[in-house]
Nanobody, 126 residues
Framework: VQLQACGGGLVQAGGSLRLSCAASSRYAFSRLSMGWFRQAPGKEREFVAALAWDGLSTYVTDSVKGRFAISRDNTEKKVYLQMNNLKPEDTAVYYC???????????????????WGQGTLVTVSS
């Protein structure tokens, strides 16, 4: 599975961006659970959001609840991260990741994910 994330850029605080992650593989995208992580300069990679392969389970980290939303389009083989009301502390490289299954609460950690994209930079200016 290859993942290609895009949609990052420079935005002012309060603005919005939508990240997308396209998957290409022989493995059925509809069977992949997807996640977004981010890594700010000098910090460890942290979980942002995850969406189960069947769309029935979602995790979103507390710091972005009510502002970010994860969704997927199995026909397009894409997962999205809609980011609204962005704050300077959201500045980071955002990575998408895929898991061949669903590991419940463990999806909030990097371990269960089998594949990672290259990252896209989001910069939020104050």
């Amino acid at each position: 599975v290859q993942l290609q994330a895009c949609g990052g850029g420079l935005v002012q605080a309060g603005g919005s961006l939508r990240l997308s992650c396209a998957a290409s593989s022989r493995y059925a995208f509809s069977r992949l659970s997807m996640g977004w992580f981010r890594q700010a300069p000098g910090k460890e990679r942290e979980f942002v959001a995850a969406l189960a392969w069947d769309g029935l389970s979602t995790y979103v980290t507390d710091s972005v609840k009510g502002r970010f939303a994860i969704s997927r389009d199995n026909t397009e083989k894409k997962v999205y991260l809609q980011m609204n009301n962005l704050k300077p502390e959201d500045t980071a490289v955002y990575y998408c990741a895929a898991d061949e299954g669903w590991s419940g609460a463990r999806m909030r950690y990097p371990g269960p994910y089998d594949y990672w994209g290259q990252g896209t930079l989001v910069t939020v200016s104050s």
